[in-house]
């Protein structure tokens, strides 16, 4: 029954191209510090923790549906879940993000990566399970980073503006390289399956930081390996998004690696991101700074991005990059009853 309601319900439709009663509307980070609730649910308990905790990731993954009234809910969780779970020591910092401890930067360091057993991340499976049942017609979005994502934090050790040492090591030792994103694919593969075999009805794979590669390079040294990630999900019977920040020029290639959904950050113009990804939806793509701009600003550019998206096979309204932590919370409730209220296209 809830199955049937979730296949059929607008954000599933609209990933899949089928027409829609409204168009979807989801915030990428719609959980986090944005929501005074959140705050207080997540005081004295580190990151790393709250996502091992099923109860309170199912809280937190509540939150916004019940505020905001999204048409979609995404699991309370964090790229490098996987990883940590598997036996990489790291930690995310507040206000600083994941910090590894010991840099993988070399062929012993990537030999020394470990595998995940499904077992590690039990604690997910069991989140995804508790929420399916509670979050009734309302879809669950799964998640997992994808390589050069997840290699930037590993190879850097830490967020990173440039990426050096992980393109050092990408053009410097290409062998190692690919070596090592085989290995995250396998891990965030792994992962994804977890959350898919427990009931999520959709996956965004996550490649924020793959805008600071050129096409070419994109296309030789990270799409093989996200292609093995979305194409070991092909027939598992949920829609695929594939995102990342500052990608206009990538927006093709991420298609062809194996999505139903591209998603497009603010910089390129949903209409034209529809040409590029060719028969397949979009998501996106309001500026998040956007939203701390007066209402009426806020409303046109809203409006504009739903025209925009008309051009697009299907269109998941959402922001381009995820919600700033110092976000009006009401001023995204506000932005969802407008797209809801919009006839789509
Ligand atoms: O609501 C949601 O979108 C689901 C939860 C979610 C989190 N992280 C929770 C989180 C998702 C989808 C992510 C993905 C993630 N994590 C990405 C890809 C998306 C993107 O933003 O590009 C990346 C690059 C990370 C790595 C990471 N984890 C960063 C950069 C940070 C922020 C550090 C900070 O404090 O500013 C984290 C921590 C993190 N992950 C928080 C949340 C809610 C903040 C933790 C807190 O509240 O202290």
């Known amino acids: 029954m809830t199955t049937s309601i979730v296949r059929d319900s607008p954000f599933i439709r609209a990933c899949l191209g089928q ?4 168009t979807p509307v989801w915030f990428m980070r719609q959980a986090g510090r944005s929501l005074p609730e959140y705050r207080a649910a997540r005081e004295g308990t580190a990151m790393l923790d709250a996502c091992r905790r099923p109860e309170l990731v199912c809280e937190l993954t509540l939150q916004p549906v019940r505020r905001h009234g999204v048409d979609a809910a995404i699991l309370f969780s964090d790229i490098v879940v996987p990883v940590a779970a598997a036996g990489v020591d790291l930690e995310i910092v507040p206000g600083v993000g994941p910090v590894v401890a010991a840099p993988v930067r070399d062929r012993a360091g990537v030999a ?7 077992a590690d991340v039990g604690f997910v499976a069991e989140a995804v399970g508790l929420l399916v049942g509670r979050l009734g017609g309302t879809p669950l979005i799964g998640f997992a980073g994808a390589p050069f994502t997840l290699a930037s934090y590993l190879v850097e050790g830490g967020p990173s503006r440039n990426h050096e040492r992980t393109k050092a090591l990408m053009y410097g030792a290409p062998p190692v390289w690919h070596v090592l994103c085989g290995k995250l694919a ?5 992962f994804l399956r977890v959350q898919v075999g427990a009931g999520v009805a959709a996956v965004q794979l996550f490649d924020s930081w793959a805008g600071a590669l050129s096409e070419a390079d994109y296309r030789e040294f990270v799409l093989p390996h996200s292609a093995a990630v979305l194409g070991g999900l092909a027939g598992s ?12 020029h990538l927006l093709g290639a991420m298609g062809e690696a194996g999505a139903e959904v591209v998603g497009v950050d603010w910089r390129t113009p949903l209409s034209e991101a529809a040409t590029r990804v060719g028969d397949r939806a979009v998501q996106g793509n309001l500026d998040p700074a956007v939203l701390f701009a007066p209402w ?5 550019q809203v409006r504009r991005v739903l025209v925009e998206g008309r051009a697009a096979k299907g269109h998941v309204f959402n922001l381009g990059h995820g919600v700033l932590p110092e976000t009006d919370p009401d001023v995204l409730t506000k932005v969802v009853a ?8």
């Open 19 to 22: 027409p829609v009663p409204h």
């Open 112 to 118: 020394a990566l470990p595998d995940l057993d499904p």
């Open 186 to 190: 396998e891990i965030t593969l792994a």
């Open 237 to 248: 019977g949920v829609p695929r998004i594939h995102f990342g920040v500052g990608t206009g």
């Open 296 to 300: 009426p600003a806020v409303e046109a």
């Open 338 to 345: 407008l797209v809801h209220e919009v006839p789509p296209g």
